[in-house]
C-alpha cells in the first residue's frame, strides 16, 4: 500500500511492479508457454512509457511522468489488441531469459517483460530495430502500439 507521501512517479512505478509481480487470473500455471502478461517499455523522449496488457484483456499506459490510462480492459477493442499481445509475446518467448528485477531501460532501447505462469522473462533491442522488418521487436512493437492506440482512443482529448 502507497503511503500519501507517494509521488505520482512513485505510485506509477509500483502499479508497474504490480503488474510483474504477479499472475493474472487466466495464468493456469501449467503452460510454459504461455504469456499472461507482457510489459513494454518504450522510451519517449525523456520519459519511460509502459504498456501493460494480461491475456484477459486488461490494459493500461502508464508513463514516468504523471500521465496514465487504467483498466482499458473494459473496452472490446482494447480487450482485442491487449490478448493479441501477449499472443505474439508468446511467439518470441525463446529469446527472452528469466529475470526478477524490472529496470526501465535507456533512451535508446525498448524492452519487453513477458509474464508466465511460472516466471517473469525479458528481452530488450535498440529502438532502431522496430524499423527492422526482421526482427522480433517489429513486430512485438506493432503489437504494443495497437495497444496504445485503442487506450487513446477510449480517452477523451487530453488539453
Known amino acids: 500500500m502507497t503511503s500519501p507521501a507517494t509521488s ?8 508497474r511492479t504490480g503488474w510483474l509481480t504477479r499472475i493474472p487470473e487466466k495464468g493456469n500455471g501449467s503452460n510454459n508457454g504461455e504469456v499472461v502478461a507482457v ?24 508513463t514516468t511522468s504523471t500521465f496514465g490510462i487504467i ?21 518470441f518467448l525463446s529469446i527472452t531469459g528469466p529475470t526478477t528485477a524490472f529496470p526501465y ?24 530495430a522496430t524499423e527492422q ?11 504494443g502500439q495497437q495497444v496504445v492506440t485503442e487506450l487513446r482512443n477510449i480517452t477523451p482529448n487530453q488539453k
Do not use: K, N
Not at 85 to 91: M, N, P, Y
Open 39 to 62: 510489459v513494454m517499455d518504450w522510451p519517449v523522449g525523456e520519459q519511460i512509457v509502459s504498456v501493460l496488457s494480461s491475456s484477459g484483456g486488461d490494459a493500461s499506459l502508464y
Open 105 to 128: 531501460p535507456d533512451g535508446q532501447t525498448l524492452r519487453f517483460y513477458m509474464v508466465t505462469p511460472s516466471e517473469v522473462r525479458t528481452v530488450s533491442f535498440p529502438l532502431i
Open 8 to 15: 505520482p512517479a512513485e505510485m506509477v512505478r509500483e502499479m
Open 71 to 91: 483498466g482499458g480492459g473494459g473496452h472490446e477493442r482494447v480487450r482485442e489488441a491487449a490478448i493479441a499481445f501477449t499472443r505474439c509475446a508468446e511467439h
Open 133 to 143: 522488418a526482421d526482427s522480433p521487436a517489429r513486430a512485438l512493437f506493432a503489437y
